[in-house]
């Protein structure tokens, strides 16, 4: 089993969850569970990678610190952060896997 293809749904549903919790009011929220997810899930992507050696790019995304700011537009922008990182993560992943089943 391809453990990216199960990384990949579950940064997805990441960005879901964090749409819906940003949107239900202006700062009435931690990012902190958003943090630590995402940077279990890269952690885990590193890690998969390091055993094949296939791909550095890998190595240009670094665990994210976790900070909870109280100030809505800081967290906004940790949000917008965590977005930008996962969804190049998922580009990333999405991609590898589509070249190793070219491989095929």
Known sequence: M???KIIVPMLKQLLKEM???SSQ???YYTCVPFLRR???LLQEAQRIFSQSNTVSVINT???LPETDPKDPSEKSKVLL???VETSQLIT???TVI???ENKK
Do not use: A, D, T
């Open 25 to 27: 009011g202006s700062g």
């Open 61 to 63: 995304f670094e665990v």
């Open 19 to 21: 749409e819906i919790v």
């Open 2 to 4: 391809n453990e990216l």
């Open 98 to 100: 589509q070249q190793e």
């Open 92 to 94: 990333l992943l999405e």
């Open 81 to 83: 952060s965590i977005r």
């Open 38 to 40: 995402y940077n279990k």
